[in-house]
Each structure stands twice: as C-alpha cells, then as structure tokens.
C-alpha cells in the first residue's frame, strides 16, 4: 500500500474569492478610517511656546478653535467641536459642558493670527460658566 505524498491532488485548486474580498474590506476600512481622521481637525497654525509640553493625562476634552479669517486676526470663526458658532451660542455650549460634567477639560487652539483680546473673551466665557480646566495647544517648536 502506497502512500500519500501530497495533500492536494494537482487538480485541487484554492479559491482565492474571500481572500479577495477581505483585501477590498480592508481598503475600504482604513480609507474611510483616514478621511475621518483628517476630518477631525481644522486647520490653524498653533503659536509656538517655548514651554510647551504634551500633557501625561489624556482625558476627554471639548474642542475650542479660534480660527483667523484674515491675517490682520481681527475678525475670527469660533468653533467648538467642529461647528462654527458666535459667542452667544459658545456661551450656551459650554454650560451645557459644564452642566454635564463640572470636571470638564477645555482645550482652546487659536490661530496664531488671532488676536489676544478674542482669546481673552472666550477665557472669560469659560471662567464665567466655571470651566476652570483650560488647556492651550501650542507647539514646541517652530516646524
């Protein structure tokens, strides 16, 4: 008796259709994953702070921008959280934050255009609905 030196006879075939599939799903997945990524950021060029450090606690943080729309600073766009607002509807924003959560962490990113003086007004925004956990983003160093 004779046996057998092969697992596949030479007319098993394997068929390549899931794996092809799987290859696709992956694609899609991670194209997808990316383009939400990018979505999540809106594009401000952070002052530069000699001291600045990333913080060692990551926790959830609500999202501040303070976007230039002209280089002078003098006129900006107020985002929390992605959506453009004025300063009455950021008012009522962050005491709903805060009402949520009285521990909550603001992270405030102003172009680096902006005026002093509308970073100010937005910091006393938050003083005044007792948000105390303001965060700065900045960077490092000049890129």
């Not at 009522?92 to 007004?121: G, P, S, T």
């Amino acid at each position: 008796m004779r046996l057998k030196t092969s697992f596949f006879d030479e007319d098993d075939e394997l068929n390549m259709a899931p794996m092809i599939d799987m290859v696709f799903l992956l694609l899609i997945f991670f194209m997808v994953a990316s383009h939400m990524a990018k979505m999540d950021r809106t594009p401000v060029e952070l002052p530069v702070a000699s001291e600045a450090k990333v913080p060692e606690q990551r926790v959830d943080r609500t999202l501040i921008t303070l976007r230039s729309t002209d280089l002078s600073g003098e006129t900006i766009d107020v985002l929390m959280n992605l959506q453009v607002m004025d300063l009455e509807q950021l008012k009522q924003r962050i005491e709903r934050v805060m009402a949520e959560d009285e521990q909550a962490v603001i992270c405030l990113r102003a172009d680096r255009y902006v005026k002093h003086r509308h970073v100010k007004q937005v910091m006393d925004i938050c003083a005044e609905r007792g948000a105390v956990d303001i965060i700065f983003a900045a960077f490092e160093a000049d890129l």
